[in-house]
């Protein structure tokens, strides 16, 4: 589950930036590294909220967005909860 | 006064994706011409790569209006030659023109807003809509710290941007200043809003008489506009120099003739020889009142109407004839087939002028000219 939503949080990041995949690094500062601003991230946040359908707003996240691996993070806390499709 | 001139041209079109392939095309023969079918109502653009200009990254926070935008500012700039170092950026500014806002962005979050609620919506929507959102874009991508505007005049605000910005220049506010307007006409919203209005609008009176259905099309087209000692002092090759504008507003049919010549004798005093004037197009009867007032001048002018070649380019108009010109006038005259393939007006002229009308009596006139090759 973690490769899946890194993978998928690695390409959100690459198409917000425009770099390629290969050269995101998940642990590096996204504001120091790829200049990203609070905007953009609000921006990144609409768009993990529609794909993985929860709540991504900045008073729901304990912790802030400093690095990739911590939308990671928060978006594998947030669907821990869910159930795996075949015990549904 | 300061003399100003222009030392660099940027366009994008239907016609072309820069102002050499849009005079290339304007300057063949009409059989030749691979302008969309007259009979179309909406002339989009096609095929075009902004990758030069825009970066992907930008480009999801931006208008396609601002993306043309930044394009033809970004080849007026290369064509000048003025960056790296050929100015204080304190005394560059940017005068835009821009009617129609930036739909395409916003449509589909405005749909977002309804259908989801506002925490959907892309925290863009607010910079990308408005009609400034290019002005600031041009600032961003090139530190133009300089005096700037946004004008949002329907069809008069691309000229009176670049008039504007040559009172700028002369007023010594600045040195040089990017101007120029984009339209992008893509949105669903947007072609129905301007399809409705055009039709409806067809034969209705206005202060210049009946109203004339014309296609539309969308891009942009954008002038460095700079005082002439400066652009002498570095260099710069100048292709022609602005010899007046005029902004004044008839309120009635009665006064247009008045208003007309007074903007003509305001735009034309530098000019010498015969003048080539490019009529807006988009009424009955402006041609007839425009004859009168040259003919009441005594000014020798030949007439004719770039619509059915360029389109209604709404706040582009005029600024995609002024970049035309000012290259025809850099190697020497226009000649009239560059804007109407079946032009009546023969010869070459030394100067343009340009006329834009907007339905409610404003009458916006630039006058360009050729720089004496002894001078």
């Known amino acids: 589950m973690r490769d899946q939503v890194n993978d998928v949080i690695r390409k959100i990041l690459s198409e917000s930036i425009d770099i390629p995949e290969d050269e995101i690094r ?21 768009e993990i909220e529609s794909l993985f359908s929860i709540s991504a707003s900045r008073s729901r996240r304990s912790a802030s967005w400093v690095t990739g691996s911590d939308i990671v993070d928060f978006v594998l806390a947030e669907t821990a909860h869910w159930a795996p499709p075949d015990e549904v | ?46 095929g075009f790569d902004a ?36 100015i204080d950026r304190e005394r560059l500014g940017i005068f835009v023109g821009n009617c129609l806002g930036g739909w395409w962005f916003t ?24 009609p400034a959102a290019l002005q600031g874009q041009i600032s961003l991508a090139h530190g133009v710290k300089g005096h700037s505007k946004t004008f949002s005049t329907f069809g008069v605000a691309g000229l009176q941007a670049i008039g504007y910005a040559a009172q700028a220049i002369a007023a010594d506010r600045a040195d040089a200043v990017i101007c120029g307007a984009a339209e992008d006409l893509s949105s669903a919203y947007i072609r129905v809003i301007t399809l409705q209005d055009l039709f409806r609008r067809d034969g209705a009176p206005s202060t210049f008489g009946a ?5 539309q099309a969308e891009g942009a087209a954008f002038l460095l506009l700079e005082d002439y000692e400066h652009a002498v002092r570095r260099g710069a090759d100048i292709h022609c120099r602005l010899t007046g504008f005029a902004d004044s507003f008839a ?17 034309t005093e530098e000019i010498e020889g015969p003048r080539l004037l490019i009529l807006d197009g988009l009424f009955e009867g402006e041609a007839s009142a425009t004859r009168r007032a040259a003919s009441d001048l005594g000014l020798p002018v030949g007439f004719v109407d770039s619509k059915p070649k360029f389109g209604n380019m709404f706040a582009v108009s005029g600024v995609m004839e002024a970049a035309c010109a000012a290259r025809s ?36 006139t630039l006058g360009l000219g050729r720089i004496d090759p002894e001078s």
């Open chain 2, 251 to 267: 309120p009635d049919e009665d006064r247009v003739v008045e208003r007309i010549r007074q903007n003509l004798s305001a735009v």
């Open chain 2, 107 to 130: 449509e589909p979050e405005l749909r977002m807003l309804h259908t989801r609620g506002v925490r959907a919506m892309s925290p863009y929507v607010a910079t990308a809509w408005f």
């Open chain 2, 329 to 364: 006038l850099r190697r020497g005259r226009v000649t009239a087939k560059r804007f109407e393939d079946v032009a009546t007006a023969a010869g070459e002229y030394g100067g343009v002028i340009i006329q834009r009308l907007s339905r409610t009596g404003s009458i916006v």
């Open chain 1, 26 to 46: 998940m642990d590096a500062d996204l504001a120091a590294e790829y200049g990203m601003d609070s905007t953009e991230l609000t921006a990144l946040e609409k």
């Open chain 2, 211 to 215: 109203a004339r259905t014309r296609p």
């Open chain 2, 1 to 46: 006064m300061r003399q100003v001139v222009i030392t660099g041209v940027g366009a994008i079109g239907p016609l072309g994706h820069d102002v050499e392939s849009i005079c290339a095309t304007t300057e063949g023969p009409a059989e030749a011409s691979p302008a969309p079918s007259a009979e179309a109502p909406l002339w989009p653009i096609g």
């Open chain 2, 51 to 86: 990758t030069r200009f825009v970066s992907g990254r930008l480009r999801q926070k931006i208008d396609r209006f601002v993306i043309y935008g930044l394009c033809a500012a970004g080849m007026a700039i290369e064509d000048s030659r003025l960056f790296p170092g050929g």
